[in-house]
Protein backbone atom coordinates (compact mmCIF):
# COMPACT_ATOMS: atom_id res chain seq x y z
CA UNK A 1 0.00 0.00 0.00
CA UNK A 2 2.99 2.45 1.02
CA UNK A 3 4.58 1.73 -2.49
CA UNK A 4 1.63 2.22 -4.34
CA UNK A 5 0.83 6.35 -2.83
CA UNK A 6 5.03 6.69 -3.20
CA UNK A 7 4.47 5.09 -7.13
CA UNK A 8 1.54 7.49 -7.28
CA UNK A 9 2.93 10.62 -6.10
CA UNK A 10 6.20 10.27 -8.02
CA UNK A 11 4.05 9.92 -10.92
CA UNK A 12 2.34 13.90 -10.35
CA UNK A 13 5.63 15.11 -9.47
CA UNK A 14 6.41 13.42 -13.24
CA UNK A 15 3.28 14.73 -14.81
CA UNK A 16 4.14 18.45 -13.16
CA UNK A 17 7.80 18.57 -14.07
CA UNK A 18 6.73 17.67 -17.81
CA UNK A 19 4.17 20.14 -17.45
CA UNK A 20 6.52 22.61 -16.85
CA UNK A 21 9.44 21.75 -19.31
CA UNK A 22 6.58 21.52 -21.71
CA UNK A 23 5.71 24.95 -21.35
CA UNK A 24 9.00 26.76 -20.87
CA UNK A 25 9.38 24.62 -24.47
CA UNK A 26 6.42 26.30 -25.74
CA UNK A 27 7.66 29.91 -24.81
CA UNK A 28 10.59 29.40 -25.90
CA UNK A 29 9.70 28.19 -29.27
CA UNK A 30 7.08 31.55 -29.27
CA UNK A 31 9.56 33.91 -28.75
CA UNK A 32 12.01 32.42 -31.41
CA UNK A 33 8.66 32.48 -33.75
CA UNK A 34 6.89 35.80 -33.07
CA UNK A 35 8.98 37.70 -30.32
CA UNK A 36 12.48 37.57 -33.07
CA UNK A 37 11.45 39.85 -36.46
CA UNK A 38 12.88 38.32 -39.86
CA UNK A 39 16.10 39.38 -41.31
CA UNK A 40 14.30 40.80 -43.76
CA UNK A 41 11.94 42.61 -41.74
CA UNK A 42 14.75 44.30 -39.73
CA UNK A 43 16.73 45.50 -42.59
CA UNK A 44 13.96 46.96 -44.33
CA UNK A 45 13.35 48.83 -41.44
CA UNK A 46 16.98 49.75 -40.79
CA UNK A 47 16.57 51.90 -44.07
CA UNK A 48 13.97 53.86 -42.49
CA UNK A 49 15.74 54.20 -38.87
CA UNK A 50 19.32 55.39 -40.63
CA UNK A 51 17.43 57.76 -42.74
CA UNK A 52 15.82 59.60 -39.01
CA UNK A 53 19.74 59.60 -37.80
CA UNK A 54 20.69 62.97 -35.53
CA UNK A 55 23.58 62.37 -34.42
CA UNK A 56 26.22 59.33 -34.73
CA UNK A 57 30.06 58.18 -33.95
CA UNK A 58 31.72 56.51 -36.90
CA UNK A 59 34.90 54.78 -36.37
CA UNK A 60 36.60 53.98 -39.13
CA UNK A 61 39.43 51.60 -41.05
CA UNK A 62 40.43 52.09 -43.89
CA UNK A 63 43.32 50.01 -46.21
CA UNK A 64 44.16 51.29 -50.08
CA UNK A 65 46.10 49.59 -52.42
CA UNK A 66 47.16 51.58 -54.69
CA UNK A 67 47.80 50.64 -58.64
CA UNK A 68 50.89 51.69 -58.26
CA UNK A 69 51.98 49.43 -55.35
CA UNK A 70 51.65 52.23 -52.53
CA UNK A 71 49.93 51.53 -49.49
CA UNK A 72 47.78 53.75 -47.07
CA UNK A 73 45.91 52.84 -44.45
CA UNK A 74 43.52 55.76 -42.85
CA UNK A 75 42.19 55.19 -38.93
CA UNK A 76 39.80 58.10 -37.33
CA UNK A 77 36.78 58.36 -34.87
CA UNK A 78 34.21 61.24 -36.14
CA UNK A 79 31.41 62.65 -34.21
CA UNK A 80 28.76 63.58 -37.01
CA UNK A 81 25.95 65.73 -35.95
CA UNK A 82 22.97 65.96 -39.23
CA UNK A 83 20.75 68.30 -37.11
CA UNK A 84 20.36 70.48 -39.86
CA UNK A 85 19.81 69.82 -43.65
CA UNK A 86 22.26 72.56 -44.53
CA UNK A 87 25.21 72.47 -42.37
CA UNK A 88 27.61 69.06 -41.11
CA UNK A 89 28.93 69.47 -37.81
CA UNK A 90 31.61 66.88 -37.28
CA UNK A 91 34.78 66.65 -35.33
CA UNK A 92 37.28 63.70 -34.52
CA UNK A 93 40.53 62.26 -34.69
CA UNK A 94 42.13 60.76 -37.35
CA UNK A 95 45.37 59.12 -38.82
CA UNK A 96 46.86 58.82 -42.25
CA UNK A 97 50.18 56.33 -43.12
CA UNK A 98 51.19 56.25 -46.49
CA UNK A 99 53.93 54.11 -47.22
CA UNK A 100 55.60 53.70 -50.88
CA UNK A 101 59.40 54.09 -51.68
CA UNK A 102 59.15 57.88 -52.43
CA UNK A 103 57.29 59.08 -49.48
CA UNK A 104 56.38 57.74 -46.72
CA UNK A 105 54.42 59.50 -44.19
CA UNK A 106 52.41 59.58 -41.11
CA UNK A 107 50.02 62.21 -40.55
CA UNK A 108 47.41 62.59 -37.61
CA UNK A 109 45.98 65.38 -35.80
CA UNK A 110 42.29 66.95 -34.88
CA UNK A 111 39.78 67.51 -36.98
CA UNK A 112 36.66 69.94 -36.87
CA UNK A 113 33.98 70.61 -39.91
CA UNK A 114 30.66 73.14 -39.78
CA UNK A 115 29.45 73.13 -42.61
CA UNK A 116 31.92 73.87 -46.14
CA UNK A 117 34.90 75.02 -43.37
CA UNK A 118 37.41 72.61 -41.99
CA UNK A 119 39.86 73.39 -39.51
CA UNK A 120 42.66 70.85 -38.37
CA UNK A 121 44.92 70.59 -35.48
CA UNK A 122 48.00 68.69 -36.88
CA UNK A 123 49.57 66.32 -34.11
CA UNK A 124 52.34 63.99 -35.78
CA UNK A 125 53.82 64.98 -39.20
CA UNK A 126 56.46 62.63 -39.68
CA UNK A 127 58.22 60.91 -42.36
CA UNK A 128 60.95 57.65 -42.14
CA UNK A 129 63.02 58.62 -45.75
CA UNK A 130 65.96 59.60 -44.75
CA UNK A 131 65.47 62.35 -47.69
CA UNK A 132 62.49 63.52 -45.93
CA UNK A 133 62.70 63.50 -42.33
CA UNK A 134 64.58 66.58 -41.48
CA UNK A 135 61.89 68.95 -43.88
CA UNK A 136 59.17 66.88 -42.90
CA UNK A 137 60.27 67.62 -38.95
CA UNK A 138 60.38 71.24 -39.46
CA UNK A 139 57.19 71.09 -41.06
CA UNK A 140 56.24 69.65 -37.81
CA UNK A 141 57.43 72.01 -35.87
CA UNK A 142 55.36 75.20 -37.43
CA UNK A 143 52.04 73.89 -37.74
CA UNK A 144 51.60 71.29 -34.90
CA UNK A 145 49.46 71.79 -32.02
CA UNK A 146 47.92 74.86 -33.87
CA UNK A 147 44.74 74.74 -35.41
CA UNK A 148 44.77 75.47 -39.47
CA UNK A 149 41.69 76.18 -41.66
CA UNK A 150 41.47 73.97 -44.28
CA UNK A 151 41.66 75.99 -47.70
CA UNK A 152 41.44 73.75 -51.57
CA UNK A 153 44.70 75.63 -52.27
CA UNK A 154 46.96 74.21 -49.25
CA UNK A 155 49.33 72.33 -49.25
CA UNK A 156 48.26 69.19 -47.10
CA UNK A 157 44.51 70.33 -47.26
CA UNK A 158 43.50 67.04 -48.54
CA UNK A 159 45.26 65.03 -45.62
CA UNK A 160 42.63 66.33 -43.52
CA UNK A 161 39.45 65.87 -46.10
CA UNK A 162 40.43 62.79 -46.87
CA UNK A 163 39.02 60.87 -43.58
CA UNK A 164 35.06 62.53 -43.98
CA UNK A 165 35.21 61.82 -48.30
CA UNK A 166 35.35 58.21 -47.72
CA UNK A 167 31.93 58.10 -45.73
CA UNK A 168 30.02 59.65 -48.62
CA UNK A 169 32.09 58.60 -52.13
CA UNK A 170 32.65 54.84 -50.44
CA UNK A 171 29.55 53.80 -48.34
CA UNK A 172 26.57 52.68 -50.06
CA UNK A 173 24.18 53.36 -47.19
CA UNK A 174 23.44 57.05 -46.71
CA UNK A 175 21.59 58.04 -43.80
CA UNK A 176 20.66 61.61 -42.82
CA UNK A 177 18.15 63.34 -40.61
CA UNK A 178 15.29 63.36 -43.02
CA UNK A 179 11.20 64.59 -42.14
CA UNK A 180 8.63 61.89 -43.16
CA UNK A 181 8.35 63.14 -46.82
CA UNK A 182 11.48 63.32 -47.59
CA UNK A 183 12.23 59.70 -45.92
CA UNK A 184 9.43 58.00 -48.07
CA UNK A 185 10.65 59.23 -51.11
CA UNK A 186 13.68 57.91 -50.56
CA UNK A 187 12.55 54.72 -48.88
CA UNK A 188 11.03 53.93 -52.28
CA UNK A 189 14.17 53.93 -54.15
CA UNK A 190 15.98 52.15 -50.68
CA UNK A 191 13.33 49.22 -50.45
CA UNK A 192 13.08 48.76 -54.50
CA UNK A 193 14.06 44.44 -54.17
CA UNK A 194 16.56 45.74 -56.91
CA UNK A 195 18.89 48.01 -55.21
CA UNK A 196 19.73 45.47 -52.46
CA UNK A 197 20.09 41.63 -52.46
CA UNK A 198 20.16 39.88 -49.16
CA UNK A 199 22.82 36.99 -50.49
CA UNK A 200 22.70 35.23 -47.18
CA UNK A 201 21.71 36.39 -43.69
CA UNK A 202 22.35 35.26 -39.65
CA UNK A 203 21.43 35.76 -36.32
CA UNK A 204 24.96 36.67 -34.40
CA UNK A 205 25.87 38.81 -30.59
CA UNK A 206 28.20 41.31 -31.72
CA UNK A 207 29.85 43.10 -28.51
CA UNK A 208 26.63 41.54 -26.11
CA UNK A 209 24.33 42.96 -28.33
CA UNK A 210 21.82 40.61 -31.02
CA UNK A 211 21.81 41.44 -34.56
CA UNK A 212 22.08 40.07 -38.00
CA UNK A 213 24.64 39.93 -40.18
CA UNK A 214 23.71 40.22 -43.83
CA UNK A 215 26.35 39.39 -46.76
CA UNK A 216 25.02 41.82 -49.50
CA UNK A 217 25.22 42.96 -52.87
CA UNK A 218 23.57 46.38 -54.28
CA UNK A 219 23.05 47.40 -57.60
CA UNK A 220 25.42 50.97 -58.08
CA UNK A 221 22.72 52.57 -60.56
CA UNK A 222 20.14 52.77 -57.78
CA UNK A 223 22.14 53.88 -55.17
CA UNK A 224 23.55 56.82 -57.16
CA UNK A 225 19.31 57.42 -57.54
CA UNK A 226 19.52 57.43 -53.99
CA UNK A 227 22.45 60.19 -53.26
CA UNK A 228 21.21 61.89 -55.42
CA UNK A 229 17.58 62.19 -53.97
CA UNK A 230 19.15 62.70 -50.38
CA UNK A 231 21.29 65.77 -51.81
CA UNK A 232 17.89 67.36 -53.48
CA UNK A 233 16.86 67.76 -49.31
CA UNK A 234 20.44 67.70 -47.57
CA UNK A 235 22.55 70.26 -48.97
CA UNK A 236 25.95 68.99 -47.32
CA UNK A 237 25.21 65.66 -49.00
CA UNK A 238 26.72 66.56 -52.41
CA UNK A 239 27.25 64.07 -55.41
CA UNK A 240 29.56 64.44 -57.78
CA UNK A 241 30.23 63.18 -61.14
CA UNK A 242 30.14 59.52 -61.61
CA UNK A 243 32.78 57.48 -60.50
CA UNK A 244 34.47 54.18 -61.09
CA UNK A 245 33.88 53.29 -57.21
CA UNK A 246 32.89 49.75 -57.17
CA UNK A 247 32.29 47.45 -54.38
CA UNK A 248 33.06 43.62 -54.32
CA UNK A 249 31.88 42.37 -51.11
CA UNK A 250 29.86 44.39 -48.40
CA UNK A 251 28.86 43.12 -45.17
CA UNK A 252 26.55 44.83 -42.41
CA UNK A 253 25.39 44.08 -38.91
CA UNK A 254 22.02 45.46 -37.51
CA UNK A 255 21.13 45.68 -34.21
CA UNK A 256 17.72 43.71 -33.94
CA UNK A 257 16.37 46.08 -30.96
CA UNK A 258 17.11 48.88 -32.75
CA UNK A 259 17.39 48.72 -36.01
CA UNK A 260 20.28 50.70 -36.18
CA UNK A 261 23.49 49.62 -38.10
CA UNK A 262 26.54 48.59 -35.76
CA UNK A 263 29.19 47.68 -38.28
CA UNK A 264 29.82 47.54 -42.03
CA UNK A 265 32.79 45.61 -43.90
CA UNK A 266 33.77 45.93 -47.41
CA UNK A 267 36.05 45.70 -49.78
CA UNK A 268 36.06 47.67 -53.03
CA UNK A 269 37.89 49.38 -55.98
CA UNK A 270 38.40 53.13 -56.70
CA UNK A 271 40.19 54.15 -59.86
CA UNK A 272 43.73 54.63 -57.68
CA UNK A 273 43.26 51.08 -56.06
CA UNK A 274 41.91 49.05 -54.36
CA UNK A 275 40.30 49.65 -50.54
CA UNK A 276 39.04 47.38 -47.86
CA UNK A 277 37.19 49.35 -44.81
CA UNK A 278 35.91 49.04 -41.65
CA UNK A 279 32.73 51.36 -40.12
CA UNK A 280 31.37 50.70 -36.56
CA UNK A 281 28.81 53.48 -35.45
CA UNK A 282 27.97 54.15 -31.60
CA UNK A 283 26.27 56.76 -29.52
CA UNK A 284 23.04 57.30 -31.96
CA UNK A 285 21.51 60.76 -31.48
CA UNK A 286 23.72 61.47 -28.58
CA UNK A 287 24.05 65.68 -27.84
CA UNK A 288 27.62 66.72 -28.38
CA UNK A 289 28.59 70.28 -29.37
CA UNK A 290 30.73 70.94 -32.49
CA UNK A 291 32.76 74.44 -31.70
CA UNK A 292 34.48 76.44 -34.08
CA UNK A 293 38.07 76.63 -32.92
CA UNK A 294 38.43 79.87 -31.15
CA UNK A 295 41.64 80.78 -32.26
CA UNK A 296 42.94 79.42 -36.17
CA UNK A 297 45.21 80.29 -38.72
CA UNK A 298 45.64 79.44 -42.45
CA UNK A 299 48.54 77.04 -43.23
CA UNK A 300 51.26 79.82 -45.25
CA UNK A 301 51.07 82.06 -42.23
CA UNK A 302 52.72 78.96 -40.43
CA UNK A 303 54.69 77.52 -42.73
CA UNK A 304 56.04 80.71 -44.76
Do not use: C, H
Amino acid sequence: MVKSVKKSGLSKRNKWIIGVVAALVFLVVFVMVFGTPSAESVFKDMNDKMLQTKTVTVDQTLSIKGNDGSLASITSKMFMDMNSEKVLLAKGNFTLNISNSNSPMTVSGDLVKIGDSSYVKYNTFSSTSPGLSSSFSSIESKIKGSWIKVRPSDQFASMAKTPLEFLSSILPTPFANLDSTQRANVLKLLQDKSMYTIDESSKVDIGGVSAYKYSLSYDKSKYDEVAKEISNDVSYFKVGSKTDNKLKSLTVWVDIDTKQIIKIEFEGSTADGDVTGTFKFSNYNQKLSVDKPSDYFIESELLN
